[in-house]
């Protein structure tokens, strides 16, 4: 069980990397 909360807090952390890497890119393309 404990794996499972390991595994979805790095996937919550990969998807709040990928948002703010194209809020990144979206900001420098403006």
């Keep these: ?3 499972f909360y390991d595994l979805l807090f ?3 952390g ?3 990397l990928v948002i703010c ?3 990144g890119v979206a ?3 403006l």
């Design 10 to 12: 790095s996937l919550i």
């Design 1 to 3: 069980m404990l794996f």
């Design 21 to 23: 890497v194209l809020l």
């Design 14 to 16: 990969v998807l709040l």
């Design 27 to 29: 900001f420098l393309t």
